[in-house]
Nanobody
């Protein structure tokens, strides 16, 4: 059984930066694509970005494009979400999730998050104005 352990997050002022980490326990981590999602209480969970199994391909939502960067270090079984120029609209609980893909990545439509195999427990990001 795999686990995703998240770290990072916290309180930051508008314009500040934070980095989230997601450490995986699966020995075949290289075959998992990773997605980052966020959720504001009362709202639907939404995708932030994806990174492919080898880290060479990424997808970033328009709302965070140019400010958020996703990367992974397969040797460390860890994925990172670097968040720069944060604003209050970024305030949410952020989750990493993994799906066995072997190679590449796929988009995960809203309502189909059940196809993701593992989820982290979430990291609160609070951006003050």
């Amino acid at each position: 059984e795999g686990q995703l352990v998240q770290s990072g997050g916290g309180l930051v002022e508008t314009g500040g930066s934070l980095r989230l980490s997601c450490a995986a326990s699966m020995p075949d981590f290289n075959g998992y694509m990773i997605g980052w999602f966020r959720q504001v209480p009362g709202n639907e969970r939404e995708v932030v970005c994806y990174v492919s199994t080898d880290g060479r391909a990424t997808y970033v939502e328009d709302s965070v494009k140019g400010r958020f960067t996703v990367s992974r270090d397969n040797a460390k079984r860890t994925v990172y979400l670097q968040m720069d120029n944060l604003n209050p609209d970024d305030t949410a609980v952020y989750y990493c999730a993994a799906r066995w893909q072997q190679h590449g990545w796929v988009t995960v439509p809203p309502g189909r998050y059940n196809i993701l195999d593992y989820w982290g427990k979430g990291s609160l990001v609070n951006v003050s104005s």
